[in-house]
């Protein structure tokens, strides 16, 4: 099988509520979905997401990249070869993750596709369903319960509450929802907002609660206060934004800062760059989550199959494409009470763009 023809669309998609983390409101994103073709009837998809802060690149160098680098590059090559690709590309892209990521999404759908199984069967299918939680940005406590509510009705029993504005807000919502909702797992994400004092008093604060996961409160330049607040809180701490490289886990999990890792594949290069580091983080005693940024169906679709394919990958955070409005993609997978199901089709699943 050999590559004979390589296209890309752009996608700028709005958000249908725009949301607010502790640096940032995000109303919108770009995605770009790459297809590429062979001398067979297969087709192979992937998609990237470009974010100047997470993945090093933003919309106009992707394009740059796919236009002048990838296209040509890829034409001829064989995809079982997908290592040796990546491996390449990377020396000649550099920090650009997200392009990186949508070739290594469109090579695995690819050979995925010509073993004729479903993707996360192709990568081991350790399991065939995992639960997500669904994301509430930086809101006033009345707003926060009444999204927490409609969530609820939805069927999700997994609610990630993102905060590092306020310490005394964010205890106080942590708090009411727990009341409103003693039923939910809550999972507190700080997104870089917190001291490490800060850190834990928010922790003894709401110790009642049993926060299932408390995600990157600190500054990932000062990864040192990441470790601090690991040694005195009593709760699992979860490395996001410092998470981008193989080398930042190795070194993490070396001097025993974190409890966990947040994997995304647009952030850290793809399924194969994913694999790495996860098999890292479990040898280190270190419990993995597939997360994501803003993306189509078909990005959430390759974590939701990378999630599925390992033990060590716990927990999932897949709800990026819930806010994209008119995402051209469905029926790769389906969402029902929280939990993701994966489709049985080859790949990915039936790429079809509305």
Same mark, same amino acid.
């Given at each position: 099988?050999?590559?004979?023809?390589?296209?890309?669309?752009?996608?700028?998609?709005?958000?249908?509520?725009?949301?607010?983390?502790?640096?940032?409101?995000?109303?919108?994103?770009?995605?770009?979905?790459?297809?590429?073709?062979?001398?067979?009837?297969?087709?192979?998809?992937?998609?990237?997401?470009?974010?100047?802060?997470?993945?090093?690149?933003?919309?106009?160098?992707?394009?740059?990249?796919?236009?002048?680098?990838? %296209? &040509?590059? *890829?034409?001829?090559? @064989?995809?079982?070869?997908?290592?040796? $690709?990546? +491996?390449?590309?990377?020396?000649? /892209?550099?920090?650009? %993750? &997200?392009? *990186?990521?949508?070739? @290594?999404?469109?090579?695995?759908?690819? $050979?995925? +596709?010509?073993?004729?199984?479903? /993707?996360?069967?192709?990568?081991?299918?350790?399991?065939?369903?995992?639960?997500?939680?669904?994301?509430?940005?930086?809101?006033?406590?009345?707003?926060? /319960?009444?999204?927490?509510?409609?969530?609820?009705?939805?069927?999700?029993?997994?609610?990630?509450?993102?905060?590092?504005?306020?310490?005394?807000?964010?205890?106080?919502?942590?708090?009411?929802?727990?009341?409103?909702?003693?039923?939910?797992?809550?999972?507190?994400?700080?997104?870089?907002?917190?001291?490490?004092?800060?850190?834990?008093?928010?922790?003894?604060?709401?110790?009642?609660?049993?926060?299932?996961?408390?995600?990157?409160?600190?500054?990932?330049?000062?990864?040192?206060?990441?470790?601090?607040?690991?040694?005195?809180?009593?709760?699992?701490?979860?490395?996001?934004?410092?998470?981008?490289?193989?080398?930042?886990?190795?070194?993490?999990?070396?001097?025993?800062?974190?409890?966990?890792?947040?994997?995304?594949?647009?952030?850290?290069?793809?399924?194969?760059?994913?694999?790495?580091?996860?098999?890292?983080?479990?040898?280190?005693?270190?419990?993995?989550?597939?997360?994501?940024?803003?993306?189509?169906?078909?990005?959430?679709?390759?974590?939701?199959?990378?999630?599925?394919?390992?033990?060590?990958?716990?927990?999932?955070?897949?709800?990026?494409?819930?806010?994209?409005?008119?995402?051209?993609?469905?029926?790769?997978?389906?969402?029902?009470?929280?939990?993701?199901?994966?489709?049985?089709?080859?790949?990915?699943?039936?790429?079809?763009?509305?």
């Amino acid at each position: 099988m050999k590559i004979t023809k390589v296209s890309y669309e752009r996608l700028d998609l709005k958000l249908s509520e725009p949301y607010t983390i502790a640096y940032e409101t995000i109303g919108k994103t770009t995605n770009f979905i790459l297809k590429v073709e062979t001398d067979t009837l297969l087709i192979g998809y992937g998609c990237g997401a470009p974010d100047k802060a997470i993945t090093g690149e933003n919309p106009a160098e992707v394009e740059e990249a796919v236009k002048n680098v990838i %296209s &040509s590059y *890829l034409i001829g090559k @064989d995809p079982f070869t997908y290592a040796f $690709i990546i +491996k390449e590309l990377k020396t000649i /892209l550099g920090k650009k %993750s &997200s392009s *990186l990521t949508m070739v @290594d999404i469109a090579l695995h759908d690819l $050979i995925s +596709k010509k073993a004729d199984v479903p /993707l996360y069967k192709f990568l081991g299918g350790y399991r065939t369903s995992i639960a997500t939680s669904i994301t509430i940005g930086i809101l006033p406590v009345g707003e926060t /319960l009444l999204q927490a509510d409609e969530f609820v009705r939805q069927g999700f029993s997994i609610l990630k509450v993102k905060g590092g504005r306020s310490m005394l807000e964010d205890i106080e919502k942590m708090n009411r929802l727990h009341e409103r909702h003693p039923q939910l797992r809550l999972r507190f994400d700080g997104n870089q907002g917190y001291s490490v004092v800060d850190s834990v008093a928010f922790v003894k604060a709401t110790a009642h609660i049993g926060i299932e996961i408390f995600e990157q409160p600190t500054k990932l330049e000062k990864e040192e206060r990441l470790g601090q607040v690991t040694d005195q809180v009593n709760i699992p701490v979860m490395a996001d934004e410092s998470i981008k490289t193989l080398r930042d886990v190795f070194r993490l999990a070396q001097n025993e800062r974190i409890d966990m890792v947040n994997i995304k594949l647009m952030k850290v290069g793809g399924i194969l760059e994913g694999m790495h580091i996860n098999s890292v983080a479990k040898a280190a005693g270190l419990e993995s989550m597939i997360g994501c940024n803003d993306e189509c169906a078909l990005g959430i679709s390759a974590g939701l199959h990378f999630a599925l394919s390992r033990p060590n990958i716990h927990f999932a955070d897949l709800d990026g494409h819930l806010d994209v409005v008119d995402d051209p993609f469905e029926g790769l997978f389906r969402l029902e009470k929280g939990v993701l199901y994966p489709t049985e089709s080859p790949g990915l699943g039936d790429v079809k763009m509305r």
